[in-house]
């Protein structure tokens, strides 16, 4: 018996590593594959069966004082991540190591009371992989693209159930991403709520040096805490150190739940990244041969204050590179029609901005509601547009640009012809009565996005584009939830979701459904899902990033210079670009034409850009001024990756008349730009401080007007340069290039 172990042992060493297995993962990251064939016990990275599988496959007990516990590594150049399975003890992470800190936010041999790993209630149990409930099936490890992989598949021991644990780690960044796959492997149906995706105990240091900030890591909170669906980024750092951990969930909108249990133990923190359990409960049953895949979650490390570890360097860097869709990549300028036209838009209007737009350098010309004669059909308003879209096509393509559309998702007028044959489709409300919306265009029917009616609106989107050969498309209005105060989910029998409850996550993951088809389809256009198709004002996270390209994040008041206009699109951006990609943000209404240009030009290039107004109310000197910045900017951009991070400046926390703000975005090799305003401060400088940007000196210019500035060294930086304005203008924006 001994000697038949050693040949099993040995054979397991020699299948260390096997390319074949990690290739056959990489492209199949969830298939099933047993580990004794062929009377050959293969394994990766260690791996070998536990105790039950040993004795199940083999036809013998485990020989006595074998330990079976099993390690795995998952990391990159700069970040790993021990996972352990142990008999009896269950699946547990035994360590995160930041390799450029030298920190340890889960240090080996710490108390694992706080962390279970994964958790969550099925058929009203509650099921964790701390402890003896699962055994070891299987586990893969993968060399990505990227990164590296590993999956650890775990059998429950009474019901028909796997959980797949699969973790990922992206070259170049401290992160470690983590989701599930519930799997019914049984004859009777698995009801799960209270799902817990990450479920760890993160060690800082003692409670009294830690600090929390909230939603997008830029709200001091206390340590002990509830994040829900603005928090898409919490930052958790010791005071003292610097060290910390940034927690992004990329569960979608209102189905977010974040716990910090920063009271509950004095030498850890209790952290938990779920599904919510209560204000929008998420419950999800699973058929026998069906499963269900969690979103993701990330956790990135950081050190404050140490150049490149910074999270401001880390956090947009991570978040634009790997969880958009478009990976860091440039969006392009957008026109969009709705201020001050809103449904007022026609040819005759359409065709004088195309000629601006044009000549302004913009090269997406989108045309908002009022373009299609109903909610949720394609066909054309022939009365604002004679002779259809054809003419608009031609005339924004032969000005180098190309077409945008405002495109309803859910709410749609209930002469459309989804809606007249397929009434069942329709959300409805607690007393069974269809759900409705109010819009511009009047009260609209709301479809379910967890009926067969996704598919139909997949495939209106998709004729949409081909039709109209489409670069973008605003998919607008409510879904899941209206942000104005209608309630949510849908009460509906025959839908995808078996009760309310349920059709609150499957709305959001109908919208990522609808996406998905299009981008099979059409894998170059950029898709925006509005703050109002996620549900919230103002809102965007990970999950949303999943799903789409864009977000329009708002709606900002900029009709006259008084306005709320882009003083306060600063304070939207300034607050969620320190952890979301600040390219994933359109931020509307900043027109053009009011003044001041060189203001609403400063604005709108902190995110995607975007411009509304009138152009026709412009000067020909102005139409000229804005083609030379956005010129200057694609060609800067195009060279210089902006996404790498953000540096608010100035009165950031809020944004005010009589202080300056500002905000800088620089390329890890030190090339960037600097914008700031004077409001209405009468400060003749803004002292910028930067100390973060890499060694070297640095050669400044004022893009308005191109004046010299001189050079500046990172010693500078640090004490603070101080940047005039020029007397007659409001803003500056400084382009920055670094020689090393």
Same mark, same amino acid.
């Given at each position: 018996?001994?000697?038949?172990?050693?040949?099993?042992?040995?054979?397991?060493?020699?299948?260390?590593?096997?390319?074949?297995?990690?290739?056959?993962?990489?492209?199949?990251?969830?298939?099933?594959?047993?580990?004794?064939?062929?009377?050959?016990?293969?394994?990766?990275?260690?791996?070998?069966?536990?105790?039950?599988?040993?004795?199940?496959?083999?036809?013998?007990?485990?020989?006595?004082?074998?330990?079976?516990?099993?390690?795995?590594?998952?990391?990159?150049?700069?970040?790993?991540?021990?996972?352990?399975?142990?008999?009896?003890?269950?699946?547990?992470?035994?360590?995160?190591?930041?390799?450029?800190?030298?920190?340890?936010?889960?240090?080996?041999?710490?108390?694992?009371?706080?962390?279970?790993?994964?958790?969550?209630?099925?058929?009203?149990?509650?099921?964790?992989?701390?402890?003896?409930?699962?055994?070891?099936?299987?586990?893969?490890?993968?060399?990505?693209?990227?990164?590296?992989?590993?999956?650890?598949?775990?059998?429950?021991?009474?019901?028909?159930?796997?959980?797949?644990?699969?973790?990922?780690?992206?070259?170049?960044?401290?992160?470690?991403?983590?989701?599930?796959?519930?799997?019914?492997?049984?004859?009777?149906?698995?009801?799960?709520?209270?799902?817990?995706?990450?479920?760890?105990?993160?060690?800082?240091?003692?409670?009294?040096?830690?600090?929390?900030?909230?939603?997008?890591?830029?709200?001091?909170?206390? &340590?002990?805490?509830?994040?829900?669906?603005?928090?898409?980024?919490?930052?958790?750092?010791?005071?003292?150190?610097?060290?910390?951990?940034?927690?992004?969930?990329?569960?979608?909108?209102?189905?977010?739940?974040?716990?910090?249990?920063?009271?509950?133990?004095?030498?850890?923190?209790?952290?938990?990244?779920?599904?919510?359990?209560?204000?929008?409960?998420?419950?999800?049953?699973?058929?026998?041969?069906?499963?269900?895949?969690?979103?993701?979650?990330?956790?990135?490390?950081?050190?404050?204050?140490?150049?490149?570890?910074?999270?401001?360097?880390?956090?947009?860097?991570?978040?634009?590179?790997?969880?958009?869709?478009?990976?860091?990549?440039?969006?392009?300028?957008?026109?969009?029609?709705?201020?001050?036209?809103?449904?007022?838009?026609?040819?005759?209007?359409?065709?004088?901005?195309?000629?601006?737009?044009?000549?302004?350098?913009?090269?997406?010309?989108?045309?908002?509601?009022?373009?299609?004669?109903?909610?949720?059909?394609?066909?054309?308003?022939?009365?604002?547009?004679?002779?259809?879209?054809?003419?608009?096509?031609?005339?924004?393509?032969?000005?180098?640009?190309?077409?945008?559309?405002?495109?309803?998702?859910?709410?749609?007028?209930?002469?459309?012809?989804?809606?007249?044959?397929?009434?069942?489709?329709?959300?409805?409300?607690?007393?069974?009565?269809?759900?409705?919306?109010?819009?511009?265009?009047?009260?609209?029917?709301?479809?379910?996005?967890?009926?067969?009616?996704?598919?139909?609106?997949?495939?209106?989107?998709?004729?949409?584009?081909?039709?109209?050969?489409?670069?973008?498309?605003?998919?607008?209005?409510?879904?899941?939830?209206?942000?104005?105060?209608?309630?949510?989910?849908?009460?509906?029998?025959?839908?995808?979701?078996?009760?309310?409850?349920?059709?609150?996550?499957?709305?959001?993951?109908?919208?990522?459904? &609808?996406?998905?088809?299009?981008?099979?389809?059409?894998?170059?256009?950029?898709?925006?899902?509005?703050?109002?198709?996620?549900?919230?004002?103002?809102?965007?996270?990970?999950?949303?990033?999943?799903?789409?390209?864009?977000?329009?994040?708002?709606?900002?008041?900029?009709?006259?210079?008084?306005?709320?206009?882009?003083?306060?699109?600063?304070?939207?951006?300034?607050?969620?670009?320190?952890?979301?990609?600040?390219?994933?943000?359109?931020?509307?209404?900043?027109?053009?034409?009011?003044?001041?240009?060189?203001?609403?030009?400063?604005?709108?290039?902190?995110?995607?850009?975007?411009?509304?107004?009138?152009?026709?109310?412009?000067?020909?000197?102005?139409?000229?001024?804005?083609?030379?910045?956005?010129?200057?900017?694609?060609?800067?951009?195009?060279?210089?990756?902006?996404?790498?991070?953000?540096?608010?400046?100035?009165?950031?926390?809020?944004?005010?008349?009589?202080?300056?703000?500002?905000?800088?975005?620089?390329?890890?090799?030190?090339?960037?730009?600097?914008?700031?305003?004077?409001?209405?401060?009468?400060?003749?400088?803004?002292?910028?401080?930067?100390?973060?940007?890499?060694?070297?000196?640095?050669?400044?210019?004022?893009?308005?007007?191109?004046?010299?500035?001189?050079?500046?060294?990172?010693?500078?930086?640090?004490?603070?340069?101080?940047?005039?304005?020029?007397?007659?203008?409001?803003?500056?924006?400084?382009?920055?290039?670094?020689?090393?």
């Amino acid at each position: 018996m001994d000697a038949l172990c050693k040949v099993l042992f040995g054979l397991v060493r020699s299948a260390e590593g096997s390319s074949d297995l990690s290739n056959r993962f990489s492209h199949s990251p969830v298939s099933r594959r047993r580990l004794f064939q062929d009377a050959i016990l293969a394994g990766i990275g260690g791996f070998i069966l536990g105790n039950e599988c040993w004795a199940g496959a083999l036809g013998f007990e485990a020989p006595k004082g074998v330990d079976l516990t099993r390690r795995w590594v998952v990391g990159s150049d700069r970040m790993t991540r021990t996972i352990v399975y142990k008999p009896g003890t269950g699946i547990f992470t035994e360590d995160i190591a930041d390799l450029g800190t030298g920190s340890h936010l889960v240090p080996v041999g710490a108390d694992r009371r706080a962390a279970t790993e994964f958790s969550f209630v099925c058929n009203g149990k509650i099921f964790s992989g701390a402890g003896d409930q699962f055994e070891l099936l299987d586990a893969e490890e993968s060399q990505l693209n990227d990164g590296k992989a590993l999956l650890v598949r775990l059998g429950h021991r009474v019901l028909g159930l796997e959980v797949d644990v699969f973790y990922t780690s992206p070259q170049g960044h401290p992160a470690i991403r983590k989701h599930l796959v519930l799997r019914n492997v049984g004859t009777a149906p698995l009801r799960f709520t209270h799902l817990n995706i990450e479920s760890l105990g993160i060690a800082l240091g003692p409670q009294s040096e830690l600090l929390l900030n909230a939603q997008y890591g830029t709200t001091p909170r206390e &340590i002990l805490y509830t994040g829900r669906s603005e928090d898409a980024c919490l930052l958790l750092t010791n005071a003292r150190s610097g060290l910390g951990v940034s927690i992004l969930s990329e569960v979608p909108g209102y189905m977010k739940r974040t716990e910090i249990g920063g009271w509950d133990f004095d030498d850890q923190t209790r952290v938990g990244v779920m599904y919510d359990t209560d204000l929008m409960p998420f419950e999800r049953v699973v058929a026998p041969s069906a499963e269900f895949v969690t979103a993701a979650v990330s956790l990135v490390s950081f050190r404050r204050g140490d150049g490149l570890c910074d999270p401001q360097w880390v956090l947009p860097s991570y978040s634009s590179r790997v969880l958009s869709r478009r990976g860091g990549s440039a969006v392009p300028w957008i026109y969009n029609t709705w201020e001050p036209f809103e449904r007022g838009i026609n040819h005759e209007i359409a065709l004088q901005l195309i000629e601006c737009a044009g000549s302004m350098g913009l090269d997406i010309f989108t045309i908002d509601d009022g373009w299609q004669a109903e909610y949720g059909e394609n066909e054309v308003n022939l009365d604002s547009f004679p002779g259809g879209l054809g003419p608009i096509v031609e005339a924004v393509e032969a000005r180098g640009m190309r077409l945008g559309l405002w495109v309803p998702l859910a709410a749609i007028g209930t002469a459309a012809r989804d809606h007249q044959q397929h009434p069942e489709w329709a959300c409805q409300d607690l007393e069974g009565n269809p759900k409705s919306t109010s819009t511009m265009g009047g009260q609209k029917i709301v479809m379910c996005l967890a009926s067969d009616y996704r598919d139909a609106a997949a495939d209106r989107i998709i004729d949409a584009v081909s039709r109209f050969h489409l670069a973008y498309v605003k998919l607008d209005l409510t879904t899941i939830f209206n942000a104005y105060g209608e309630a949510p989910g849908c009460w509906a029998k025959g839908h995808h979701h078996g009760n309310w409850a349920e059709s609150l996550s499957l709305i959001y993951e109908g919208i990522a459904h &609808i996406t998905q088809r299009v981008y099979a389809r059409h894998p170059e256009v950029l898709l925006d899902i509005t703050f109002e198709v996620w549900g919230q004002k103002h809102v965007i996270d990970a999950g949303l990033l999943a799903a789409g390209d864009l977000d329009w994040l708002s709606n900002v008041d900029d009709n006259h210079p008084d306005s709320a206009g882009p003083r306060q699109a600063r304070q939207l951006l300034y607050q969620r670009a320190a952890s979301m990609p600040a390219e994933s943000m359109l931020i509307g209404n900043l027109q053009a034409n009011i003044p001041t240009i060189e203001e609403s030009f400063a604005t709108a290039i902190g995110s995607a850009p975007l411009l509304l107004g009138d152009l026709r109310n412009l000067s020909p000197a102005e139409v000229h001024w804005y083609g030379a910045q956005t010129r200057w900017f694609k060609a800067f951009r195009q060279k210089t990756s902006l996404g790498d991070s953000f540096f608010p400046l100035g009165s950031w926390q809020q944004t005010n008349a009589e202080q300056w703000d500002g905000f800088a975005r620089f390329a890890r090799r030190g090339n960037g730009l600097i914008a700031i305003f004077r409001n209405e401060s009468n400060a003749a400088s803004a002292i910028v401080q930067l100390p973060l940007l890499p060694e070297g000196r640095y050669r400044l210019r004022a893009v308005f007007g191109n004046r010299d500035l001189g050079t500046q060294t990172s010693a500078d930086w640090k004490r603070g340069i101080p940047i005039p304005f020029a007397p007659e203008i409001r803003a500056e924006v400084i382009e920055v290039l670094r020689n090393a």
